[in-house]
């Protein structure tokens, strides 16, 4: 990302006289303060910096709700930083917060490679890393960047089982749009080429507009793309696959009154809003990606990492979180309303 600059230091001293004069940063210059650190009994609380790419997402904002309530149970105070889905202001709040007092440190990168800088200053002073559904850094540099362990679904999986969920569907033929999210995301890539292998199998199906439309997961931005594909076709377009529930619930209503309004529609996430649109008819199904086992898997390994003093050696440097489609037909639908209640944050 060539507007990231690697100038630590003076950059630092720059946002945090920023930060200073900023109401909206001071919050996170307090969260950078000495740690409250504090026994509980026998047990250490520990300390943990967290984020994701952004808290306008239901799944970024769950994440969350899940870190601070897994983190209550198990002693850890979690200081939240929001990437605002914008890689500049993610990197920004991360620059500010290295020096801090922190037993462990669990992201998810907007873009790929933006925070290695901070990572990498994070790891000379021996605090672990933990990175959380997308990738801070290419696999291979995770370890000499200092990424201990990957927290992540399986991305092409998701895309690909909900694009051949709906195929089955449209029964393999006619036209369908593909809606994603930011390009620059592991993630979204990820979701893509699963739904380039899916479509790899139905040749009499074409992708209006050639390919995937990216969206920067903004859904005003989705329906806005969407609303357009529709207009280029007169006969009925059958299906679409959306990278987020979100994206895909703002473009629904799109539909009505429109020659496309039984278009089959499937999507990415698996969470309360996209649920409830299942259960409802408006959605023919989603992939489950478990925002709450992604970073409650994180938060607990992290807290174990810094409890038990565990060597970088003896921890994983992958762990796939599992998802599972989601549809009226699948029989798991109820299980997984429950399971992804902000009360219980378990998937």
């Known amino acids: 990302m060539s507007s990231i600059d690697s100038s630590t230091a003076s950059r630092r001293g720059f946002l945090q006289a920023t930060a200073a004069a900023g109401a909206g940063l001071t919050a996170l210059v307090a969260g950078c303060a000495p740690s409250s650190t504090a026994e509980t009994g026998d047990r250490k609380r520990l300390r943990a910096a967290m984020g994701n790419a952004g808290l306008q997402s239901t799944w970024c904002k769950l994440g969350k709700e899940t870190a601070e309530l897994w983190g209550n149970l198990l002693g850890v105070e979690v200081v939240w930083f929001d990437g605002e889905f914008d890689p500049q202001k993610q990197r920004n709040k991360l620059d500010l917060m290295v020096d801090g007092d922190w037993d462990f440190c669990c992201f998810q990168a907007v873009q790929i490679d933006s925070l290695e800088e901070p990572v990498r200053q994070l790891k000379k002073r ?21 990424v201990w362990c990957q927290v992540t679904p399986n991305q092409v999986f998701m895309g690909e089982s909900s694009t051949r969920y709906l195929m089955q569907k449209i029964n393999g033929r006619g036209k369908v749009i593909h809606i994603g999210g930011l390009s620059a ?21 074409e992708v ?62 698996g969470q309360k809003e996209g649920l409830a649109a299942i259960r409802d008819g408006k959605l023919a199904a989603t992939t489950v990606n478990p925002v709450c086992l992604i970073h409650m898997t994180a938060l607990a ?43 219980h944050c378990l998937v």
């Open 126 to 146: 021996g605090v672990p890393v933990l990175s959380m559904d997308t990738m801070l850094v290419e696999p291979e540099r995770m370890r000499d960047v200092g």
């Open 185 to 205: 995301h592991s993630g979204a890539r990820g979701r893509r080429e699963g739904f380039e292998k899916a479509l790899a199998d139905y040749p009499d199906v």
């Open 208 to 269: 209006l507009g050639g390919g995937v439309r990216w969206c920067d997961w903004e859904k005003q931005t989705a329906r806005d793309t969407f609303e357009t594909l529709l207009d280029q076709s007169r006969e009925p377009i059958a299906g679409a696959f959306f990278h987020s529930d979100d994206m895909a619930l703002a473009c629904l209503p799109a539909l009505e009154g429109t020659p496309h309004a039984q278009m089959i529609v499937t999507a990415v996430d």
């Open 301 to 343: 390994l992290g807290q174990f990492i810094a409890r038990n003093k565990e060597s970088v050696d003896n921890v994983p440097l992958e762990i796939i979180t599992p998802g599972p489609l989601v549809s009226r037909d699948s029989g798991n639908l109820d299980a997984m309303l429950y399971l992804a209640d902000p009360r």
